[in-house]
Each structure stands twice: as structure tokens, then as C-alpha cells.
């Protein structure tokens, strides 16, 4: 059985087992939530509602086709419905919808490669300002212990 201290701590189970058990619990529990491992395929339907809500209203103001219900939404709607039915690909539809409407027809811009680098710069500062503090805080603590072996106690 583990140690208890006066402040009813338990001391026999090392840090690292205290800090990556709950980041292991919470890696997993973030994993099944995103649906990760979920195996159905989504159906005709499903992808286009997805495509649709992607997709800008040509008649409206910052509006999908899955939201508006004017003439222009409903057509690019039956138009997406039939290209995904007949098999066409995201990329495909998309491609089709932005020779015929132009780049603003997709509410979503397309990738310009700079995604990573506003991802991984925060992510680089972050991870250095942890290791500055930790090494500020282990610095201080040895000057703190050294400081407490030359005290002369009375």
C-alpha cells in the first residue's frame, strides 16, 4: 500500500505515471469524440449538405445554398445534388461551381500552403515560454538551496 503524508497525498506513485495517465485519458476521449473511428461512409445526401453548406448563395450576402431558399440556391443545389449522385468528387464540384460563379462561390477560401506555419509559430512560442519558465523555476530553486546550506542557523 502507498505512503500517505500529512497532507493525505499518496508518495508512491512516480510523477510521470500522475501527469500521463490523465493526458492518456484525455488523448483517448478527444480520439473517440472526433469520430475517428467511425466506419460509414457518408451517404449521397449527407455529402452534399456538406458540400452545401460550403458553398456561398451567388444571389445573397454571406449566405450557403443550404440556407437560402431564393431560385439561384435552390439550382446550385439540385446542380450539386446531380454532380454528387453522378460520382463527381468534391474537388470536381467545386472546381465546376468556380468556373461557372467564380472564387467567391466557396465560403471557404482554398489552402495556400500557410495553414502549418499558423499553427506551429504559436504552438514554437508556447513551448518555449514552458521551458523558460521551468528553466527560470529551476534556476531559482537551486539558488534558493544554495543559499539555504550557507545559513548559519544560531
Known amino acids: 500500500m502507498p505512503e500517505r503524508t500529512s497532507r493525505n497525498k ?10 500521463l495517465l490523465p493526458l492518456i485519458v484525455l488523448g483517448v476521449a478527444l480520439l473517440i469524440g472526433s469520430g475517428a473511428f467511425d466506419s460509414s461512409p457518408q451517404t449521397v445526401a449527407q455529402r452534399a449538405a456538406v458540400i452545401e453548406a460550403n458553398v456561398r448563395c451567388p444571389a ?4 450557403s445554398v443550404a440556407q ?5 440556391a435552390i439550382a446550385v443545389r439540385n446542380q450539386i ?14 472546381q465546376t461551381l468556380v468556373s461557372e460563379y467564380g472564387q ?5 477560401p482554398p489552402d495556400s500552403g500557410g495553414l502549418p506555419l499558423i499553427w506551429i509559430i504559436p504552438l514554437v512560442l508556447g513551448v518555449g515560454a514552458v521551458v523558460a519558465v521551468g528553466v527560470l523555476f529551476w534556476r531559482r530553486s537551486r539558488e534558493f538551496d544554495a543559499l539555504r546550506e550557507h545559513e ?3
Do not use: F, H, K
Not at 437560402?68 to 439561384?72: C, D, E
Open 10 to 19: 499518496i508518495t508512491g506513485v512516480p510523477l510521470w505515471a500522475r501527469v
Open 60 to 63: 445573397c450576402t454571406d449566405l
Open 68 to 72: 437560402s431558399n431564393s431560385t439561384t
Open 81 to 94: 445534388e446531380s454532380m454528387v449522385a453522378a460520382g463527381s468528387s468534391t474537388a470536381d464540384i467545386n
Open 104 to 108: 467567391t462561390i466557396l465560403l471557404t
Open 152 to 154: 548559519v542557523v544560531p
